[in-house]
């Protein structure tokens, strides 16, 4: 399968395709993000044969499976957005307080919510999995889920 990247006349044309099918391919992980608590854990250099206490190693945490394989799914589907995410005042405003704006988003700003948090922790690593641990992935998902009917 080949990855695309639309930007959004296109995009919204793409998403209109897609199947229950296609959302449920996202809307799968819900139950298990509900039983899940860590998602990354430490990553101990300790046993290195070169390690020393005198240098930083990085990375120093590492995201569980279930966080690659949501990224993973949701590019897949080509369902990134290619828009100025790193400006978008308005996504960061609702993540702040996604419990409060979760039942006034529609699905294009929650899928740009998605592609913002995927392609911030391409350059602040770990941002996706804070997002799966703070509740904001559940968040979404669920509000997908119901939208998509998936």
């Known amino acids: 399968?080949?990855?695309?990247?639309?930007?959004?006349?296109?995009?919204i044309e793409y998403i209109s395709t897609l199947t229950k099918k296609d959302w449920m391919k996202l809307t799968c992980f819900i139950p298990e993000i509900e039983n899940?608590?860590?998602?990354?854990?430490k990553i101990d250099y300790s046993?290195?044969?070169?390690?020393?206490?005198d240098t930083i190693?990085?990375?120093?945490?590492q995201e569980i499976e279930?966080?690659?394989?949501?990224?993973?799914?949701?590019?897949?589907?080509?369902?990134?957005l290619d828009f100025d995410w790193s400006d978008w005042e308005?996504?960061?405003?609702y993540l702040d307080q996604l419990d409060l704006h979760i039942n006034k988003l529609d699905l294009l700003i929650i899928l740009k919510l998605f592609t913002a948090i995927i392609r911030n922790d391409r350059f602040c690593e770990g941002a996706l999995a804070s997002c799966f641990a703070d509740g904001n992935i559940l968040l979404l998902l669920k509000k997908l889920k119901k939208i998509t009917n998936a």
């Open 90 to 93: 308005v996504g960061k405003h």
């Open 36 to 41: 899940t608590s860590e998602f990354e854990t």
């Open 1 to 11: 399968m080949s990855i695309k990247i639309f930007r959004e006349p296109e995009y």
């Open 66 to 80: 279930l966080v690659w394989k949501f990224r993973n799914q949701f590019i897949e589907l080509n369902l990134q």
């Open 47 to 53: 046993n290195q044969a070169d390690y020393s206490e």
């Open 57 to 61: 190693y990085l990375p120093s945490y």
